[in-house]
């Protein structure tokens, strides 16, 4: 269930569009063409809920499916309306390039394929597309916000859909192709997918948004918190009707992080204290501490010894992988082919630069979080001061929104442990991680403007007094 897996599906090179979702894909398109820059991102994250990744065109060898037509015809509206001139490159943007350079390199020269070649051109074009239509059309945090509702009305349309295949066994979007019209069953568990490629990514599809919707709960607005509450309510059963224990974990774990909110403006005290502790632990124990992902079964069947010899085994054969990566990881061990882990897939396909990439990614993103937190908190206390009640509370807001973003990245790191993105959902990781490179620059220009004023101000204010003072002479 992996990236490499994708090569063995039997839609992919194949012509096949049903005629329903050829309608949904010129919708979509003329949608991306007409409506306004915040939306954009809003269609294709609709789409990709809702349209099987088996729904495809093939032209002269090209492959689209439908997320990837919609990401041409997204990157043909930003370069026609100069949309993309916004952008000021950040360390974000610099990981994010890096890592499909590395990916689309390495692995055709590992592998020696030329259609390796172009797969890796192809899929990393859908990836850094969905990339860039975040980037250029989310330019503030009202902006970030608008997604995270829209998200949740996603969310909250496709609930009935799950809820009707687990009751039936039975998935409606198996017309589309891709996906089973007999839902399978684990454990006695039906494992609902809706129209994504697996049941565990349908499950963190939809949870990776929590975090940003109890960031929405928390605020005093009351449109925003009844739109949070409900897509808390659909992505908590969603996730039941996946019956997998990633998804679980991550809802388990984007809620939990909330507990350190009241000690944001500690967050970089307690990266530190949470480093020390894995370290301790690790050298506590008897077996390394990513053995801990082997105990890991919430909802029975999970293969959580797989992920932890999979992670032993890269790190014992990283001599074999770190310049350009590998070809296969079936020698590795025996089912090890499956390459659970997004960590060790990065490593796979583009070597130590495509890991540390995507580790880069992380690690930006949780200084932006912090830092747009501790402007936010200064912000806070200002606004306090002034008594400006009604400021006071979107201030007290944009901070649990802020959070919540932060708690978004640590819900995917753990959910990378588990499973490796491919299909749509690398359509919701690509959303996060622009959403992180916003944060970014529209922190950067709020600091300086507050810079700006903080300067100007006092000069202004001098100049009265000595205009006050002349006067009062000349009397």
Known sequence: MNLLFQSTLDYVGKNN?????????????IAICTVRRLHVPVVMLALAAFIPSAQRIVLAGADFNFVRALVLVGIVRIALRSEWTWIRWNGVDTCVALGA???????PIVRGSVDDLIAGIGANFEIVGAYLLVRCCIRDLAGARNLTIFAAAIACTALPFFVLENVTGRNLFALFGGVPEITWVREGRVRCRGALDHAILAGCFFVAWLP???????????????????????????????????????????AGVWVFF?????????????????????FVMQAP????????DLVGGSTG????????????RFPEWWMIGTGSTAHWGWGLYDVTNQFVLEAVKGGLWALLAICGVFVFGYAVVGRELVRLAALRIETSRNRAWSSLARVSADEAFVFGLGAALCTQMAIFLAVSYFGQTTVVWQFLVALAACMVQWSADARRSRQSRVAVVPS???????????TTGTR
């Open 262 to 282: 009241p000690l944001r403006s500690q967050l970089r005290l307690i990266y530190v204290l949470l480093i020390v502790l894995a370290c301790i632990l690790h």
């Open 101 to 107: 350079l590395a990916r689309v390199v390495c692995f």
């Open 305 to 316: 010894h797989h992920r932890y010899r999979l992670i032993d085994a890269a790190i014992d």
């Open 17 to 29: 569009v049903h005629p329903i979702g050829l309608l949904a894909l010129g919708s979509a398109a």
């Open 460 to 470: 202004r204010s001098r100049a009265t007094r000595l205009t006050v003072q002349g």
């Open 212 to 254: 940003l919707w109890i960031g929405l709960t928390i605020s005093r607005v009351g449109k925003e918190r009844r739109i949070g509450f409900a897509g808390i309510f659909a992505a908590v059963i969603i996730v039941a009707c996946c019956a997998s224990s990633t998804p679980v974990v991550a809802l388990l774990l984007g």
């Open 289 to 296: 501490i990513w053995h801990l992902i082997s105990r890991i």
